[in-house]
């Protein structure tokens, strides 16, 4: 009685297993919570901006802050990505949450000679709720139609072939379905 009661328990648990791996490969993990292309910040100087304005293009959008020492150590790296894209996509995004916004952002860019970054800022920190980020930097990957194709947690060598082909990869998606 009690071998067919633990049969029963383990054949239940196995059940319930196989029921999240089948959700975790069937669920579009493409889905993230809350609408991104609705994200709406601000430029540097102040001014509005929003990822919607990006609507047709890639984008490479990095979440960050000056207190955050990976960040920082990020940042130049991101720099130099964006310089060597020249113009090519993805679009590079990079979202400071920092409360106190460009008085604190500017003096970092220019302490990291950070000079062509494209630096927008977040002071609400609406972007973390609203993409569901749960550590800095996070950087995210949206395709043209504003799907997530990719996320990435920590520092990454922005500047390096590796991720150069990573992001070239996941974006040729797009240029096959562009050709048809």
């Not at 297993?17 to 993990?29: E, G, I, K, P, S």
């Not at 100087?45 to 293009?57: K, T, Y």
């Amino acid at each position: 009685m009690l071998k067919s009661r633990r049969l029963v328990l383990s054949a239940v648990a196995l059940t319930a297993l196989a029921m999240v791996a089948v959700y975790v490969v069937l669920t579009d993990r493409t889905q993230r919570p809350g609408n991104a292309a609705a994200l709406a910040f601000q430029r540097l100087d102040g001014g509005p901006a929003d990822l919607a304005s990006f609507r047709g293009q890639a984008v490479l959008l990095t979440i960050w802050a000056t207190w955050c020492w990976s960040c920082r150590e990020e940042l130049p790296a991101l720099a130099r990505f964006h310089r060597a894209l020249d113009g090519r996509p993805p679009a590079v995004v990079a979202l400071s949450v920092d409360r106190d916004g460009a008085e604190i952002v500017e003096p970092l860019l220019e302490q990291l000679k950070v000079k062509d970054l494209p630096v927008y800022l977040d002071p609400t920190g609406a972007s973390v709720a609203r993409l569901a980020i749960s550590g800095l930097p996070t950087t995210i990957l949206l395709g043209p139609d504003g799907s997530e194709r990719a996320r990435w947690y920590g520092v990454k060598a922005w500047d390096q072939k590796p991720m150069a082909d990573e992001i070239a990869a996941l974006l040729a998606v797009y240029k096959k379905t562009d050709a048809r």
